[in-house]
């Protein structure tokens, strides 16, 4: 060690002065904060973001700044900096200019540490878990050790802590800047070397040397895993080595290990002497690889193995790493910090061993340069996932980089054979994909490390509503997240339905109506969706479809007919033939159902739904259910006000006996109407409701507007009155379409055209 370091390690622990903080708010900086304000220094910090860490450490003393500014920092004896932050960082540059001393993050903590026994945890993978778990350990053993780890742990507390009381410190050395070479640890904890962070080091062969220099640095033991050919290969030559792990050549051994859904018990053996069982609980074989180094590192320190045994039984994990955020006989959701392929892997061979019969995984890549430099490795990592959607990466500090996107990893896996892997580029739709495939008996890794948890948490929140909305439709009913609008719609557009339900009988409609109410979510019916404009940001909150079971009965009694609010016209058009009913023939022309027919009181060939009905059933807001007579009912051209607050359930018709020939014939006529004046495309039937002066349809075909189109939603060549998908249109093209022929039939004829057709949803 230089005076200068020694010098650090006096001005950091031993003395109080002004110190301020570049990017405090980083997961190793706050820690850095926490202990400098443990032992007793003015402690100040600048970052663009605020978090829960820096909101608790503003509570224990820290100056926060929102910007960095020189003026904040004008008092600092010490400026500690992240290796995020950018060279002409305006602190930064005004503290180097003063002749201020200014120290990587690194610095300070190995200066810190050096000040105790260190003990530094370090490798690629596992570092927070086994350093946190070290730490666990010796404070359970009665060591009272200060510690440093990389995330927030709830069983230490914080995520990093002075004990002036003991002698030790454990720290979760960082290796992807090639500051743990700046270490003079007592005792190393080595737990794999792999080539990583290929952003800074040329090689492997440079990550070696940097390992290297470390474990001569060491003055105590270098403990290692020797299932890991890297770590064992580098570590095996030092003085003073103790390995670990599963192999028979391991100073420490696991035997009889069982893997169990979210825990692991084995075996420890010290050489030949049996030390007794542990019992681990997090999961995975790589934490009984983890936790081994922390019982060789224990039991070395002096302490005994049945209290290692109970501390380990308590270990609670970090956060992040295989962390459940929803538990239902039905669905597991689990949050990995995993982002190198070998995490990935070993994170996935954890999440197949749950039981549960698929994995479906989101995977957001973690930085420009690893994505390019590990992306063959990428592209094997996923083969234990049945469904992998990736979106797009999270640059953490790098610029992006031309042609690296998530697009890359997710043509590697496909080319290595994957069928089930797609690229979502929005972040914030991740889980609208991901919950659209769910179904029962799936696990849900969301996998990373920059912000593709949130998207898990969005969806255990939603998944939370959509189990209730189960138990309201039961067995026979179905619930779905996120489901494309689109496949719902005659017209083929639409973003999706946050939750879509399909009850299959009036109390299931009843229970949804009562349940949305209490807990404040809107509702919307859907029938048929053949009269229906979703725009492309979809619908939030409940969207039902009656259908199936007593929704799409059709019960024939005298001259009546008593059809369910899912039941097609069409369908009714043919009981009444088959029953030999006249009047109503027409309703074949309608796409539609009958919840749709009455809620517009729709009509074709001069006929109108009102016309027939009888009687209808509805639910009101709250559930309730009532039955009321057509002389009860306010209808209009198009509208029947009743329905904007209440739910149909069924609706009764009356036909006239006639012959069945008669019948056939108007049935005929109707067919031949629609068949040569109707498109067959993909459409909403009329867009337009029949102006007075003139109908829609003539209108548009005057104004020579037939065959105009924006995208691919072109008005029908065939009828003015339609607007036809030509495939792959989105309600964005429709809505603008419609804007147009309303505009034209202002300028040019005074007419104020008004749609039939409901607009429902957000834009995007
Ligand atoms: N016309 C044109 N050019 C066109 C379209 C129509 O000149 O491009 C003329 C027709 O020749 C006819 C008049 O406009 O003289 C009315 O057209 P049509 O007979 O096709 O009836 P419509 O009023 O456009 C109504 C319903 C349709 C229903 C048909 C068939 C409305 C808004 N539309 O159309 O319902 O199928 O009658 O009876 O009332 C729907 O509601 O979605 C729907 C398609």
Same mark, same amino acid.
């Given at each position: 060690?230089?005076?200068?370091?020694?010098?650090?390690?006096?001005?950091?622990?031993?003395?109080?002065?002004?110190?301020?903080?570049?990017?405090?708010?980083?997961? *190793?900086?706050?820690?850095?904060?926490?202990?400098?304000?443990?032992?007793?220094?003015?402690?100040?910090?600048?970052?663009?973001? =605020?978090?829960?860490?820096? /909101?608790?450490?503003?509570?224990?003393?820290?100056?926060?700044?929102?910007?960095?500014?020189?003026?904040?920092?004008?008092?600092?004896?010490?400026?500690?900096?992240?290796?995020?932050?950018?060279?002409?960082?305006?602190?930064?540059?005004?503290?180097?200019?003063?002749?201020?001393?200014?120290?990587?993050?690194?610095?300070?903590?190995?200066?810190?540490?050096?000040?105790?026994?260190?003990?530094?945890?370090?490798?690629?993978?596992?570092?927070?878990?086994?350093?946190?778990?070290?730490?666990?350990?010796?404070?359970?053993?009665?060591?009272?050790?200060?510690?440093?780890?990389?995330?927030? +742990?709830?069983?230490?507390?914080?995520?990093?802590?002075?004990?002036?009381?003991?002698?030790?410190?454990?720290?979760?050395?960082?290796?992807?800047?090639?500051?743990?070479?700046?270490?003079?640890?007592?005792?190393?904890?080595?737990?794999?070397?792999?080539?990583?962070?290929?952003? &800074?080091?040329? /090689?492997?062969?440079?990550?070696? #040397?940097?390992?290297?220099?470390?474990?001569?640095?060491?003055?105590?033991?270098?403990?290692?895993?020797?299932?890991?050919?890297?770590?064992?290969?580098?570590?095996?030559?030092?003085?003073?080595?103790?390995?670990?792990?599963?192999?028979?050549?391991?100073?420490?051994?696991?035997?009889?290990?069982?893997?169990?859904?979210?825990?692991?018990?084995?075996?420890?053996?010290?050489?030949?002497?049996?030390?007794?069982?542990?019992?681990?609980?997090?999961?995975?074989?790589?934490?009984?690889?983890?936790?081994?180094?922390?019982?060789?590192?224990?039991?070395?320190?002096?302490?005994?193995?049945?209290? +290692?045994?109970?501390?380990?039984?308590?270990?609670?994990?970090?956060?992040?790493?295989?962390? $459940?955020?929803?538990?239902?006989?039905?669905?597991?959701?689990? =949050?990995?910090? *995993?982002?190198?392929?070998?995490?990935?892997?070993?994170?996935?061979?954890?999440?197949?061993?749950?039981?549960?019969?698929?994995?479906?995984?989101?995977?957001?890549?973690?930085?420009?340069?690893?994505?390019?430099?590990?992306? #063959?490795? &990428?592209?094997?990592? &996923?083969?234990?996932?049945?469904?992998?959607?990736?979106?797009?990466?999270?640059?953490?500090?790098?610029?992006?980089?031309?042609?690296?996107?998530?697009?890359?990893?997710?043509?590697?896996? !496909?080319?290595?054979?994957?069928?089930?892997?797609?690229?979502?580029?929005?972040?914030?739709?991740?889980?609208?994909?991901?919950?659209?495939?769910?179904?029962?008996? =799936?696990?849900?890794?969301?996998?990373?490390?920059?912000?593709?948890?949130?998207?898990?948490?969005?969806?255990?929140?939603?998944?939370?509503?959509?189990?209730?909305?189960?138990?309201?439709? *039961?067995?026979?009913?179905? %619930?779905?997240?996120?489901?494309?609008?689109?496949?719902?719609?005659?017209?083929?557009?639409?973003?999706?339905?946050?939750?879509? %339900?399909?009850?299959?009988?009036?109390?299931?409609?009843?229970?949804?109506?009562?349940?949305?109410?209490?807990?404040?979510?809107?509702?919307?019916?859907?029938?048929?969706?053949?009269?229906?404009?979703?725009?492309?940001?979809?619908?939030?909150?409940?969207?039902?479809?009656?259908?199936?079971?007593?929704?799409?009965?059709?019960?024939?009694?005298?001259?009546?007919?008593?059809?369910? %609010?899912?039941?097609?016209?069409?369908?009714?058009?043919?009981?009444?033939?088959?029953?030999?009913?006249?009047?109503?023939?027409?309703?074949?022309?309608?796409?539609? !159902? %009958?919840?749709?027919?009455?809620?517009?009181?729709?009509?074709?060939?001069?006929?109108?739904?009102?016309?027939?009905?009888?009687?209808?059933?509805?639910? =009101?807001?709250?559930?309730?259910?009532?039955?009321?007579?057509?002389?009860?009912?306010?209808?209009?051209?198009?509208?029947?006000?009743?329905?904007?607050?209440?739910?149909?359930?069924?609706?009764?018709?009356?036909?006239?006996?006639?012959?069945?020939?008669?019948?056939?014939?108007?049935?005929?006529?109707?067919?031949?109407?629609?068949?040569?004046?109707?498109? +067959?495309?993909?459409?909403?039937?009329?867009?337009?409701?029949?102006?007075?002066?003139?109908?829609?349809? #003539?209108?548009?075909?005057?104004?020579?507007?037939?065959?105009?189109?924006?995208? #691919?939603?072109?008005?029908?060549?065939?009828?003015?009155?339609? $607007?036809?998908?030509?495939?792959?249109?989105?309600?964005?093209?429709?809505?603008?379409?419609?804007?147009?022929?309303?505009?034209?039939?202002?300028?040019?004829?005074?007419?104020?055209?008004?749609?039939?057709?409901?607009?429902?949803?957000?834009?995007?």
């Amino acid at each position: 060690m230089t005076t200068a370091d020694v010098d650090l390690t006096k001005f950091l622990t031993q003395e109080r002065h002004n110190i301020h903080l570049i990017g405090v708010a980083g997961s *190793g900086m706050s820690g850095i904060a926490g202990l400098l304000l443990q032992l007793g220094h003015h402690v100040s910090g600048s970052d663009k973001l =605020d978090t829960l860490e820096t /909101d608790r450490l503003e509570r224990l003393g820290l100056k926060f700044y929102h910007q960095h500014r020189a003026a904040e920092a004008r008092d600092a004896e010490l400026v500690i900096y992240s290796s995020a932050i950018k060279k002409d960082n305006p602190i930064l540059k005004s503290a180097q200019e003063s002749g201020k001393r200014t120290v990587r993050r690194a610095e300070a903590l190995a200066a810190i540490m050096s000040a105790k026994r260190g003990i530094l945890v370090v490798g690629m993978h596992g570092k927070t878990t086994t350093s946190a778990m070290a730490a666990h350990v010796l404070r359970e053993g009665g060591l009272h050790p200060s510690h440093y780890v990389g995330a927030e +742990i709830p069983i230490l507390g914080t995520n990093a802590h002075w004990d002036a009381r003991g002698e030790y410190f454990v720290a979760e050395g960082d290796e992807s800047d090639g500051t743990i070479a700046l270490f003079h640890p007592e005792h190393a904890l080595v737990l794999n070397i792999e080539e990583e962070h290929l952003d &800074f080091y040329a /090689d492997l062969a440079a990550i070696e #040397k940097v390992f290297r220099q470390l474990l001569a640095q060491t003055t105590g033991k270098v403990f290692y895993c020797a299932d890991e050919p890297n770590a064992t290969r580098i570590c095996r030559s030092s003085d003073r080595v103790i390995c670990y792990g599963l192999s028979d050549e391991a100073d420490y051994r696991a035997t009889d290990i069982e893997l169990r859904n979210f825990s692991s018990a084995f075996w420890v053996y010290r050489g030949k002497e049996r030390l007794g069982e542990a019992v681990l609980n997090v999961p995975g074989e790589h934490n009984v690889r983890n936790a081994l180094g922390v019982i060789a590192l224990a039991t070395e320190l002096g302490v005994p193995f049945e209290k +290692i045994a109970k501390s380990l039984t308590k270990f609670q994990h970090a956060r992040r790493r295989f962390e $459940i955020k929803y538990d239902s006989p039905r669905f597991l959701l689990v =949050d990995d910090y *995993g982002h190198h392929p070998t995490e990935i892997k070993a994170t996935l061979k954890t999440a197949r061993s749950v039981g549960r019969t698929r994995v479906l995984t989101m995977f957001q890549p973690h930085r420009y340069s690893r994505t390019k430099a590990l992306r #063959k490795e &990428f592209g094997h990592a &996923f083969d234990q996932a049945d469904r992998v959607v990736i979106t797009d990466v999270y640059g953490s500090n790098e610029s992006p980089m031309p042609g690296v996107t998530g697009q890359l990893i997710v043509d590697e896996i !496909a080319a290595h054979g994957h069928c089930g892997v797609s690229y979502q580029p929005r972040l914030e739709w991740v889980h609208r994909d991901v919950g659209n495939l769910l179904e029962p008996g =799936d696990l849900v890794l969301s996998l990373g490390a920059g912000n593709i948890h949130e998207q898990l948490s969005i969806l255990a929140a939603d998944l939370v509503i959509a189990e209730k909305l189960k138990e309201i439709v *039961g067995e026979s009913g179905d %619930v779905r997240l996120y489901e494309p609008l689109s496949k719902h719609t005659t017209l083929r557009v639409g973003g999706p339905a946050q939750f879509w %339900v399909e009850p299959r009988n009036e109390t299931a409609l009843s229970e949804l109506i009562r349940f949305c109410r209490r807990d404040n979510l809107p509702l919307f019916v859907i029938g048929r969706g053949s009269n229906l404009l979703v725009r492309d940001g979809g619908i939030r909150g409940v969207v039902v479809h009656p259908s199936g079971g007593d929704f799409d009965k059709i019960d024939i009694h005298g001259n009546e007919m008593t059809a369910g %609010v899912g039941a097609k016209l069409k369908e009714i058009a043919y009981a009444a033939r088959a029953a030999d009913l006249g009047g109503l023939e027409w309703m074949e022309g309608i796409p539609g !159902a %009958v919840g749709g027919a009455l809620r517009m009181n729709a009509g074709a060939m001069g006929a109108q739904t009102f016309e027939k009905v009888v009687r209808i059933r509805y639910l =009101d807001g709250e559930g309730n259910p009532h039955d009321k007579d057509r002389h009860e009912l306010e209808v209009h051209y198009r509208h029947f006000p009743l329905l904007e607050q209440n739910f149909a359930v069924s609706a009764t018709f009356r036909g006239s006996p006639a012959p069945r020939e008669q019948i056939e014939s108007r049935l005929h006529e109707s067919q031949e109407k629609r068949r040569t004046t109707q498109p +067959i495309a993909k459409s909403a039937g009329c867009i337009f409701k029949n102006p007075e002066k003139c109908p829609a349809g #003539k209108l548009v075909d005057e104004l020579g507007l037939k065959n105009s189109s924006v995208g #691919k939603a072109r008005v029908s060549e065939v009828h003015g009155n339609f $607007i036809v998908n030509d495939g792959g249109a989105t309600a964005t093209d429709m809505l603008e379409l419609i804007d147009r022929i309303k505009q034209a039939a202002r300028s040019k004829r005074g007419i104020e055209l008004e749609t039939e057709v409901q607009i429902v949803g957000e834009p995007i």
